[in-house]
Each structure stands twice: as C-alpha cells, then as structure tokens.
C-alpha cells in the first residue's frame, strides 16, 4: 500500500470515526472499535504499533478510580451527602441548585467528573421529584461544576488524566497552576446561574418541611465498609499528591488502592468488575489506535508543522490559538478524542520548534478541552450521562436549550482562561495569587450580596 493512500485512508477513517461519534448514531466504543478494526484490517497501522499507540497509564487510572468509587457508592455516602447538602440549603431551589453543584464540583476534582454525575444526578432527580420542580435546571447546574470541577486535576476529567498520563506533570502541578483560575470560573458562573434562576424555580413550604424531615444518617448503610473506602480512597489520592516524588505512575497509585480496597472488603472481584464503566474503557482504547495511525502515517507531523507556521513557534500565541481551538472544538466533538489528537500534536511542535518546556500548551489545552466540554450537550462524557439519565426518567435536555445557557457560560471560562494565562506566561506566581485572591474576594462579595438578597426576601 502506497503512503499516500495509507494518509488518506487514515484521514478519511479518523473523520468518519469522529463523525459517527458525534452524529450518536451508533455507540460511540462501536464507532471508535470499527475505526480501529478498518485500520489494522486494511494495514494502516501494525498490531505491534497499535498496541504502542494505547496509552495504559490513562486506562489503568480510570479503571482504578472507577473500581473504588464503585465499592464506596456501596455505603450510600454519595446519596448522604446530597440530601445533606439540599438540607444545608434549606430546600430553598435556587440554594440548592448552588448546594449541589458545589458538591459536583469537589467529587470531580477528587474523583472524577464522570463518576461523579453518574452518583449525584439520580439523587437530584429524587429531590426534584419530591420538591415538585422541574430537576432541568439542577441537572445542567451539575454539568457545568462537573466539568469545572475536573478541570482542577489531574484525575478530574478525562482529557487532564490523558495529559497527565503523556507529560510529566503530577498531581500538585495541575492543582496549583489550574485550581486558582478553576475558583475564579466557577463563583463567577455561579452567581450568573443564580441569576437565570432566581425567580424561575419555586417550592411550597410543606414540600420543604417534607425534605427537610429526611435522616441523611439512613442512608449510610454500612458504616464499617465506608471506613474501609474513605481510608483507602485518602491513601489513594495522597498517593497522587505524592506520585512524582515516589515515582509511581498514577495508574499504579490507582490499582494498587483499588486492590487494596478489594482485600479490606472481601468483595466478590465479579461483582466489583462490574462497577467499571467497560464501554468508557474500550472506547478509550479504540480511540487510542485510531490517533496512533494519524501518527504512524506522519499527519500529526504535518499539522504540527502548519501550527508552528502560523504562529511563527512563539509560544504564547500558540497557547492562546490552543486555548480557543480546544474550546470550540471540544463544544462540538468530545473533549476525549479531540485532547487525543491533540497531545501527540503537540508532542511533535515541542520536537520540530526545539522547545523544551511546553508546559505552557500543556495548560491551554486542559483549560480549553475541559471548560469548553460546557459548550455543547455532545462536548463532554459528562454531559452525555447526565442527558441520558434525566431522559431515563422522562425529563428530555434539548441540544439548544442547554446550550443557550451553558454556551455563553463557557465563552465567559475562556475569556477569564485566555487573561490567566496572559498573566501566567509573564509571571507564573503573580497569576496563581492574584486568581487566589480573586476567587477570596468575589466569594465574600458574593456572601454579602446573598445576605442582603435573603433578608430582602423574608421581609
């Protein structure tokens, strides 16, 4: 085979793959596997390459997290601390769209988005349910901290986990460069939720009394086994903190604490396997060998070359130009394929332009590929969970009504995003402080605004 024809057969497969993705025709692991097979059947890609081409850390860390939080979910402190959080708000709606979404965002930055809404979002539907309101504007609430949230870590979203997994940036590197800017977004696009909700949602006050009666106590259902877990799941996520120093991959850190979560419980390895999200796993997979043969036939080469054209290899605008392709892109395409293609990209400008830290890019592309997942129902895994669930239980999200209000929302985290790193690339310490001081200010602002906005409500 010619290697101009093995260049337009991996395009064409690439494209048709993402297309058939996007379009959900099919179900996007079949999609992915179907490109794989096409391109090892028609000797595009060798089996030998295309089993380099797998990146095992990020399967192995996924398949780690999801084995733990699978035996936790067992203990019922997910749904404990839900209906502790829409009792913190009172049962007032637009407090506990805020309640909820806070605790979305911090399970996704410790666990990861994806296994987060799977746990928070049937819990919301049933708050709904018995507070008589339409659970829509929680659960597009939820996606949006989801993946705010995951975007503080390195294990908080799946394209950060394929970052972290290709680079040698850890744990810390991501909380301390993105976890600042990641505080400012989201009080920001928090106090605008409130403001679209404000005045929408309405509760009868025997419906509050009613959710306000709950024992959040009932629903641990097994106290010796949620010790076991949150033991474990606090070594697991200090073994994160520390892997660099350790040197450790995060996909060991996460097996290990996996299997050393199975030998403290007794659980039936069976039944444990079935927590983990397989279709997720082979899709990742299929992924994988369909970007290696972009790579294998040397298109990755040449659109690195273009970029490095365009932006003369200066780093700062290639940054930026990354930082808003990946946004876009990602509202449309799954954040998980498009941060796929792009990492071997830029592997290769680092290579070509001679650069040795692109540590840089490395930010622009996690900031875009996962605050621009917001943009579109189809822009992350997330959102496409979420979706399914509500439209399990009768309650259907349109492509446009979510993206009437999360589309601007997302717009608004890159405009913040492309300042941060401005004031980054100058002065790396002077960003951090100033989004930390940022984010403490707009939080107290924020306070007292709700105080004064709820003593004018019960006057």
Known sequence: MSEQYQVIVAAVVFIATYVV??????????????????????????????????????????????????ITRNTGVFEFLSIKAAKGAGGEPVRL??????VTAILSALLDNVTTVLLIAPVTLVIAGMLKISPLPFLISEIIASN????ATLIGDPPNIMIGSATRLG?????????????????????????IYGRQL????????QLMDLDEQDEIKDPALLRK??????????????HQFIHLESAVIALSGASLL????????EHALQSVEWPVIFFFIGLFVVVGALEEVGIIQAMAKWTLDVTSGSLLPTGILILWLSAIASSFVDNIPFVATMIPLLQEMSRLGGITDINFLWWSL????????NGTIVGASANLIVVGIAERKGHHISFLGFMKIAFPLMLMSIVISTGYLLIWYNNRLAAIAGSLGTAAVLYLLFKVIQGKAEKRFHR
């Open 97 to 102: 769209i805020a309640a909820l979404a806070l």
């Open 148 to 151: 705010i949230g995951g975007t």
């Open 229 to 242: 877990c949150l033991l474990v799941l606090a070594l697991t996520i200090l073994g994160f903190v520390l």
């Open 366 to 373: 996690a900031l875009g590929a996962c605050l621009g997942g």
């Open 171 to 195: 744990f810390m590197d991501f909380v301390i460069n993105l976890a600042p800017v990641v505080a400012v977004i989201y009080l920001i696009t928090f106090f605008i939720i409130r403001l």
């Open 202 to 209: 309405t509760v009868r006050p025997d419906l509050k009394a």
């Open 262 to 269: 199975l030998l403290l419980t007794r659980e039936d390895p």
């Open 21 to 70: 993705i996007v379009s959900e025709k099919i179900h996007r692991m079949v999609a992915a596997f179907i490109g794989a097979g096409l391109l090892l059947l028609l000797g595009v890609i060798k089996f030998e390459a295309a089993a380099h081409a797998v990146d095992y850390n990020t399967i192995g860390l996924l398949v780690g997290m999801m084995l733990i939080v699978g």
